[in-house]
């Protein structure tokens, strides 16, 4: 087979692709309702012959553009984390008053996301029988024999960290935070068991937590005097003891298990700051991942030296998301290549890889592009990978 830039096995996706307009339009309708249950096929007719046609035709543009590992896109998410909540036993979706707080263009203004964002815990969890299982069964359906298959679902930190601050805690389900890490920490086993089960490979553990314990980050709730700064560095270690005994238990399974951090994905928008020479020591060197998909596609990253804890890790891979899905332009070949040479001070070259430092739709409205731009801008990745590795 001829290598050309197109066959390049160094440039990946983090996971989510741009949906189509027809897929959109049930999209919407769901969040602006919370009288419908999740997975939301039986409240729209025609919803769900659309995704599965939604996500064999992204299929399809995976594999004709040579893109070495496949997802569906997401396409079966609305956002990127909640869903995979709303499918464990136990849980049930509203509309709150609020969205989540990004920061707008100008990194200045609040901009509100949608807010179909709130979480009831109605009866103690566990994460049988989760609709995913059946996105994965459709996904290696539509897929060609021998792809190499992707499921992405949110980090337990991450749930962990969101729904442990919220009112639930003390609520008629769990009385501690301590008994709702433990479940749900059973809930992920219980899901990664059907998903081994059913074929499964790679999952990938997508997290924004991260950066709430960089101190430069000056939109962490933690940053300031007022807090005890042991107590924080406490509670970063309780994420990453959680991550890692779930982590080992999909390695038991023979699964491997990458992650994706970045500072937040929303119609081209972040939630903040915080760089990665802050939290190296952390949640780069101290989390037992596979592969480490890292946003650094501008200076809130920090420099690049973050990168030699992954010394001693001589068996991890990094992917490097140099790249920004959250532009329509193309992006600045010559500034990619050095970083990509000087990264190969810190990690071997062979252990590393290129990327958009996040997905193109975290959540079902998408970045502000098209998706002739999309293809474009993965093309581009594609020749600059190809030209970097030679191969």
Same mark, same amino acid.
């Given at each position: 087979?001829?290598?050309?830039?197109?066959?390049?096995?160094?440039?990946?996706?983090?996971?989510?692709?741009?949906?189509?307009?027809?897929?959109? !339009?049930?999209?919407?309708?769901?969040?602006?309702?919370?009288?419908?249950?999740?997975?939301?096929?039986? !409240?729209?007719?025609?919803?769900?012959?659309?995704?599965?046609?939604?996500?064999?035709? *992204?299929?399809?543009?995976?594999?004709?553009?040579?893109?070495?590992?496949?997802?569906?896109?997401?396409?079966?998410?609305?956002?990127?984390?909640?869903?995979? *909540?709303?499918?464990? @036993?136990?849980?049930?979706?509203?509309?709150?008053? @609020?969205?989540?707080?990004? #920061?707008?263009?100008?990194?200045?203004?609040?901009?509100?996301?949608?807010?179909?964002?709130?979480?009831?815990?109605?009866?103690?969890?566990?994460?049988?029988?989760?609709?995913?299982?059946?996105?994965? @069964?459709?996904?290696?359906?539509?897929?060609?024999?021998?792809?190499?298959?992707?499921?992405?679902?949110?980090?337990?930190?991450?749930?962990?960290?969101?729904?442990?601050?919220?009112?639930?805690?003390?609520?008629?389900?769990?009385?501690?935070?301590?008994?709702?890490?433990? !479940?749900?920490?059973?809930?992920?086993?219980?899901?990664?068991?059907?998903?081994?089960?059913?074929?499964?490979?790679?999952?990938?553990?997508?997290?924004?937590?991260?950066?709430?314990?960089?101190?430069?980050?000056?939109?962490?709730?933690?940053?300031?005097?007022?807090?005890? =700064?042991?107590?924080?560095?406490?509670?970063?270690?309780?994420?990453?003891?959680?991550?890692?005994?779930?982590?080992?238990?999909?390695?038991?399974?023979?699964?491997?298990?990458?992650? =994706?951090?970045?500072?937040?994905?929303?119609?081209?928008?972040?939630?903040?700051?915080?760089?990665?020479?802050?939290?190296? =020591?952390?949640?780069?060197?101290?989390?037992?991942?596979? #592969?480490?998909?890292?946003?650094?596609?501008?200076?809130?990253?920090?420099?690049?030296?973050?990168?030699?804890?992954?010394?001693?890790?001589?068996?991890?891979? *990094?992917?490097?998301?140099?790249?920004?899905?959250?532009?329509?332009?193309?992006?600045?070949?010559?500034? *990619?290549?050095?970083?990509?040479?000087?990264?190969?001070?810190?990690?071997?070259?062979?252990?590393?890889?290129?990327? =958009?430092?996040?997905?193109?739709?975290?959540?079902?409205?998408?970045?502000?592009?098209?998706?002739?731009?999309?293809?474009?801008?993965?093309?581009?990745?594609?020749?600059?990978?190809? #030209?970097?590795?030679?191969?």
């Amino acid at each position: 087979m001829t290598k050309t830039a197109n066959s390049t096995k160094r440039f990946l996706t983090v996971g989510s692709l741009l949906r189509p307009e027809s897929l959109l !339009d049930y999209k919407t309708k769901i969040e602006q309702r919370d009288d419908i249950a999740y997975p939301f096929y039986n !409240d729209f007719d025609g919803y769900k012959r659309e995704e599965d046609q939604a996500v064999e035709a *992204v299929v399809g543009q995976q594999i004709e553009h040579g893109l070495p590992e496949v997802t569906d896109g997401e396409y079966s998410k609305s956002m990127w984390h909640l869903d995979f *909540v709303w499918g464990l @036993n136990g849980i049930k979706r509203y509309i709150a008053d @609020n969205g989540y707080f990004f #920061r707008d263009l100008d990194q200045e203004s609040s901009y509100e996301t949608r807010k179909d964002i709130g979480i009831t815990i109605e009866s103690p969890l566990h994460g049988h029988n989760h609709t995913f299982i059946d996105h994965f @069964n459709r996904l290696k359906e539509v897929s060609p024999q021998g792809a190499t298959l992707k499921q992405c679902i949110p980090s337990p930190s991450h749930i962990f960290g969101e729904l442990s601050l919220s009112e639930e805690i003390g609520g008629k389900v769990y009385q501690t935070a301590e008994e709702f890490k433990k !479940d749900l920490s059973q809930a992920y086993k219980d899901f990664l068991k059907e998903f081994a089960e059913a074929g499964g490979t790679i999952i990938q553990f997508d997290d924004c937590l991260w950066e709430l314990f960089a101190e430069d980050n000056p939109h962490s709730p933690f940053s300031g005097t007022d807090f005890d =700064h042991s107590s924080i560095l406490g509670l970063a270690q309780e994420f990453i003891d959680l991550n890692n005994d779930v982590i080992a238990y999909a390695h038991s399974l023979g699964l491997k298990v990458y992650t =994706h951090n970045c500072r937040g994905n929303y119609d081209s928008r972040n939630m903040g700051g915080g760089s990665y020479e802050k939290i190296a =020591h952390l949640f780069l060197e101290k989390q037992n991942y596979d #592969r480490f998909y890292l946003e650094w596609d501008d200076e809130r990253a920090g420099d690049l030296s973050a990168l030699s804890v992954f010394k001693n890790k001589p068996d991890t891979e *990094v992917v490097l998301g140099f790249l920004s899905s959250k532009s329509a332009k193309l992006d600045d070949e010559a500034a *990619v290549y050095k970083q990509l040479e000087k990264a190969t001070q810190y990690v071997s070259k062979d252990n590393l890889y290129l990327s =958009h430092q996040c997905g193109f739709a975290s959540c079902d409205g998408g970045n502000e592009l098209s998706q002739e731009q999309q293809w474009d801008k993965i093309k581009q990745g594609q020749a600059i990978a190809y #030209r970097f590795w030679g191969e």
